[in-house]
């Protein structure tokens, strides 16, 4: 049966419309090579956009059949919290800011204001004072790697007030255990020997009995402790003051307007807290900060910062106590 050109056409109309996928389907059914796939590219795989986290630290692989990169992640890798790790990094540097401060609050140096003019003019009323606790710190098992030194005579030392622990005194040490003390006509003997005090100052003309010739059991002052009035006599020696062990007697270089060992008594070793280092501040008297009672410490920072461009005294800025 012949076939007419209708039939061819239509038959040509049918593949053409099946398009290329069906001949290709007609080749195979036919056992012909689909010839029609190798010209056909392969369908490209979807790629996001978004870039790959790659760690330096992983080796990588390339893939050369397709060209692309494979990243090869390490399942022991793990990425911390870096909110947490922050948080916990802060927490631990606070925690060692702490630990420092304590230590060198407690063992090193420590902040002292000078609020009276028992020490004019060594120290004036409105010093702020770093106090070297480390040399005249408590001998122990460790004595031979500090630098620890004895008391001596003309140290300048802060310690607890024996009558008022709670407060702190900064005076010149006069006498060390077993020294024979005495005052007379303002003027200190020590042993029988006049000390050398360049560093005393006397403001007052007048002679006060207790204060100037001391001890004067004959005359005391309404400013003795009531304790060192009854105890006095028992350290008096031919006219002089023996200094008992363990113990220091201790003058402010104001000997005027001081309130020292000749109205309280003597300075146990164990009060003593250590030696005035530098001046680190140093307010015009009348701009302290905030008003003070007795010789305590000073942690009053913010206000004394306030305060310090206007009224410092800036030659005096770090300089030396001697």
């Known amino acids: 049966m012949t076939t007419g050109p209708e039939e061819n056409a239509g038959g040509n109309l049918e593949q053409r419309i099946a398009g290329p996928s069906a001949a290709s389907n007609n080749g195979a059914q036919n056992g012909l090579p689909d010839s029609t796939q190798d010209r056909i590219p392969a369908q490209q795989e979807e790629v996001s956009t978004a870039s790959p986290v790659v760690f330096d630290d992983v080796p990588q692989q390339d893939n050369s059949a397709s060209g692309h990169q494979i990243v090869v992640e390490d399942p022991s890798y793990t990425i911390e919290n870096p909110v947490r790790d922050l948080g916990q990094s802060g927490l631990q540097s606070l925690f060692s800011v702490i630990v420092i401060a304590l230590f060198v609050i407690t063992f090193v ?11 004019e003019k060594t120290l004036l009323i409105g010093d702020y004072l770093l106090v070297d606790k480390v040399h005249f710190g408590d001998r122990g098992p460790f004595q031979w790697l500090l630098p620890y030194r004895d008391i ?7 310690f607890h007030y024996p009558v008022d622990p709670s407060q702190h005194f900064v005076k010149r040490v006069v006498g060390v255990p077993g020294d024979h003390v005495r005052i007379q006509n303002k003027r200190v003997y020590v042993n029988g020997v006049s ?5 005393a100052v006397y403001t007052q003309s007048n002679l006060d009995l207790y204060r100037d010739n001391f001890p004067d059991e004959t005359d005391y002052s309404s400013q003795v402790d009531r304790k060192w009035r009854t105890a006095l006599h028992r350290y008096v020696n031919h006219g002089e003051v023996v200094v008992p062990p363990d113990e220091y007697f201790v003058m402010g270089d104001n000997r005027d307007e001081s309130l020292d060992s000749r109205y309280w008594g003597f300075v146990p070793r164990k009060n003593i807290v250590g030696r005035p280092l530098v001046i680190y501040l140093s307010l015009r008297e ?9 010789d305590t410490p000073s942690f009053g920072s913010g206000s004394v910062l306030t305060h310090a461009w206007n009224f410092a005294r800036w030659d005096r800025m770090f300089r030396l106590i001697r």
């Open 286 to 294: 009348g701009h302290e900060p905030r008003p003070y009672s007795g």
């Open 109 to 119: 140096v420590q902040a002292f204001q000078i609020p009276s003019q028992s020490m």
């Open 152 to 158: 001596r005579r003309g140290d300048i030392v802060v």
């Open 195 to 199: 000390a050398p005090e360049n560093y």
